[in-house]
């Protein structure tokens, strides 16, 4: 999801912070214009949120633009949401007074998105009432107020006035951004996807199974579920949690998911098999625990169904996506996938690369679609690889 984030920085000993904050907002995917006023420059350089940021600062009203567009007016149009951390006294008294005389503030009066405000300032300054009338203000014009904390100030105080700490910033964002809608947009989707491993039992005390930690699949559906989706987790025996909205059906065996998946075909419109179903189960499970003899066991092992070659052949108009765990012939194998299960399009990942497939929090894949187009990555966290995917889904959606 390339959700336009421009985030406003003013002048006040928190600023730094709205760097931890940027970053975190990147690995969701968004991108960033990031403004900042003159006295925000005296506490922290354009450089720093250059870094961060990925894209030019901008700091200067009348300094030459990097387009021909008038910069504030396209960069309202173009944003999602403002984010304004943190938002000084003056940078409140100004907006709600009207006054626009730098880049920032005409930017926001120019801005129809939603409008988010983090204050923080000294204690005696954040209770002043000019500063509160000021906040109800701009409360009463639709914008919001990320409430600062209590505790030590820079200043020495004690007192409410601190920067909230970014993670919470960030997800406080969030959840405003999603009562609104804004970044809701795969809202009326069902979306079935499968995590984690499956395990084939052999006996009462050992089984079959590999190294899915059900990341992959976890991290797709917490983002179909912010984007508003309404989703079904079919999920392996892994130590994750979701979010509360998201349906989650616990199986063990590539037998169970089997019957899951089947279940919940018809109500879904997308589905996205993350999980690594083991292709094999022990033709016999022994009742008893098998004892060891002194020679070799031999066990023979009996072939799974392909949960996702026959949700090919029922497709109809699902959008089926596939991931392809290789080793070797990544792309060769990848295609082979596509075309014997039907799929509109394919997740490669090489299993023995550094960063990729199993375990870790980041993932380094390929799509590549049933038309053939190829598109590679670089390594990038689970979470962001995630909303890649969906952003491909929705390219294949039907509205
Ligand atoms: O869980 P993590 O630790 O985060 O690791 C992520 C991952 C490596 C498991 C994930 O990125 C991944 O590659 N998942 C697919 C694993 C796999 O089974 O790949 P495959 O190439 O063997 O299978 C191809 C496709 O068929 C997959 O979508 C798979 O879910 C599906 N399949 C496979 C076997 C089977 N019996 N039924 C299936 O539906």
Request: net charge negative.
């Given at each position: ?344 399009f394919i997740v490669a ?16 894949i390929k799509i590549i679609e049933?038309?053939?187009?190829i598109t590679?990555y ?10 890649i995917i969906?952003?491909k ?7």
């Open positions: 999801m390339k959700k336009h984030l421009v985030v406003g920085i003013t002048g006040g000993i928190a600023s730094y912070k709205a760097l931890d904050v940027i970053s975190r907002f990147k690995k969701l995917g968004f991108i960033f214009n990031v403004i900042m006023t003159e006295n925000a420059c005296k506490f922290v350089t354009p450089l720093s949120f250059q870094t961060i940021s990925g894209n030019y600062v901008i700091t200067d009203m009348f300094s030459e633009s990097k387009s021909w567009e008038v910069e504030h007016i396209e960069l309202s149009k173009k944003a999602d949401a403002f984010l304004i951390v943190p938002a000084t006294a003056n940078f409140i008294g100004k907006v709600a007074s009207g006054i626009a005389d730098d880049m920032l503030t005409t930017a926001v009066m120019a801005a129809k998105c939603p409008i988010i405000l983090v204050p923080s300032m000294n204690t005696n300054m954040y209770e002043n009432k000019i500063v509160q009338n000021n906040l109800n203000t701009l409360r009463g014009y639709g914008m919001e107020v990320i409430e600062p904390e209590e505790g030590l100030l820079a200043c020495g105080d004690h007192g409410k006035g601190k920067l909230p700490e970014p993670a919470d910033i960030v997800n406080m964002t969030l959840e405003i951004l999603n009562s609104k809608n804004t970044l809701q947009d795969m809202t009326g989707k069902k979306v079935l996807i499968t995590a984690g491993p499956t395990i084939e039992a052999i006996d009462p005390v050992r089984y079959i199974t590999n190294h899915s930690s059900g990341k992959m699949g976890y991290a797709l559906a917490e983002a179909a579920c912010r984007r508003g989706a309404e989703v079904v987790l079919v999920s392996g025996p892994v130590n994750l949690s979701c979010a509360e909205d998201i349906k989650k059906v616990d199986i063990r065996s590539t037998d169970d998911m089997y019957e899951a998946v089947n279940h919940y075909f018809e109500w879904a419109d997308v589905i996205i098999k993350a999980a690594a179903p083991s292709d094999f189960r022990p033709a016999i499970f022994q009742n008893s625990k098998i004892k060891k003899n002194g020679s070799t066991v031999n066990i023979e092992l009996t072939q799974n169904p392909d949960i996702l070659m026959e949700l090919g052949q029922k497709k109809s108009g699902k959008i089926l996506v596939g991931f392809a765990a290789e080793t070797d012939h990544v792309i060769e194998h990848a295609k082979e996938k596509i075309l014997k299960k039907n799929l509109d990942n090489n299993v023995k690369e550094s960063g990729a497939g199993f375990k870790g929090d980041t993932n380094i049933s038309n053939g187009n590679q670089d390594i990038k966290s689970k979470t962001e690889v995630a909303d969906l952003d889904v929705k390219e294949y959606t039907i509205e």
